[in-house]
């Protein structure tokens, strides 16, 4: 059996303790007030700030609840001097602290995702298709292909920007063509910008994807996200919903390595506001795939095919720098 170092127990009951109230209220509160057809329509995406309120009121409250029970986390704390001398870690003992308060939050977080399974849809993997040449559809590139890897697909999404042309504009049709052969019956037509045009259709292997312009005179131009294709799999939404609820341990991670980083230094409410900013820029600025992990994954993303790790990247590099930098400043202090 694995024992876990003193500190982090005495954070992970503590933070689940105190953060219970909290928790249950956010919840409460995000359970009156969602509503799917807010702007008229059935959008299970508009649900996702609100089941980002209670992971995001877990993670305050389990972070706040470690810096509040381990005395290094700020300066001048009854009982710091006590771990100073009988801890010799190079962190006294906050890192196990904040380990704690991550394991308190990855509970909070598997009800939450696992609600939010239930309101999300059955994921697929969505593929964004690159041109292989010019992205602009217009006068002089009157076709855009897109190469695709060959598996079995059931809809694509085309959501192009559109420009003013030089002459009075005119709608642009479309004709889509799935290795040379057309991929709809039904007329296709871009009026404005970044309209969405979905298009279903049977169950196919595509290897190439072809847009051609008919009529109109619209230019086009195909963003990273201007064709997507949308695979025939399903995928688990239990485990979707589940990596969604997950992603919020990395803010909360980040956060605190940089409270750790300011402990020697700030007195307990000023590290508490550093933690607190920390986790709002992270997580209301985008700055971490939990910002969008909801979103994505309550209009049918399967996760796992998404480049969330990438996103990921550069908010654990800023949490691992802190983290290394905390450790050089208390070995520095205590000589």
Request: charged letters at 10%; aromatic letters at 8%.
């Amino acid at each position: 059996m694995i024992r876990l170092p003193a500190a982090t127990r005495v954070v992970f009951r503590a933070a689940l303790s105190l953060s219970l109230p909290p928790v249950l209220l956010a919840a409460a509160i995000a359970f009156a007030f969602a509503d799917p057809t807010t702007f008229g329509a059935n959008a299970p995406a508009t649900l996702a700030p609100w089941l980002h309120l209670p992971a995001f009121t877990a993670a305050a409250a389990c972070g706040i609840t470690a810096l509040q029970c381990w005395p290094t986390f700020a300066q001048h704390r009854h009982g710091a001097d006590w771990v100073l001398r009988l801890r010799s870690g190079p962190c006294y003992g906050c890192a196990h602290a904040a380990f704690g308060a991550l394991l308190a939050l990855a509970v909070w977080l598997l009800p939450i995702g696992l609600v939010a399974a239930l309101l999300m849809p059955t994921p697929h993997a969505h593929h964004a298709l690159t041109a292989d040449s010019s992205p602009i559809l217009d006068a002089g590139h009157p076709c855009v292909t897109f190469p695709a890897d060959g598996s079995n697909y059931q809809e694509l999404r085309l959501r192009p920007f559109a420009f003013l042309p030089a002459s009075e504009p005119q709608p642009t049709s479309l004709e889509v063509l799935a290795d040379n052969l057309p991929l709809s019956t039904q007329p296709l037509r871009i009026t404005g910008t970044r309209e969405l045009l979905p298009i279903h259709f049977a169950l196919r292997t595509i290897h190439t994807l072809s847009v051609r312009r008919t009529t109109g005179n619209l230019p086009l131009f195909f963003a990273a996200d201007g064709a997507v294709l949308i695979a025939a799999a399903n995928s688990s939404r239990i485990l979707n919903g589940i990596i969604a609820a997950y992603w919020h341990l990395l803010p909360l991670a980040v956060a605190l390595a940089l409270a750790m980083l300011c402990a020697p230094f700030a007195a307990l409410p000023v590290n508490i506001m550093v933690f607190v900013t920390a986790l709002l820029v992270q997580t209301l600025g985008n700055l971490s795939p939990a910002g969008e992990a909801f979103t994505l994954a309550l209009r049918g993303h399967w996760l796992g095919c998404e480049p969330m790790l990438a996103t990921a990247l550069p908010t654990f590099f800023v949490g691992l720098v802190a983290t290394l930098l905390a450790i050089l400043v208390r070995r520095r202090l205590r000589r």
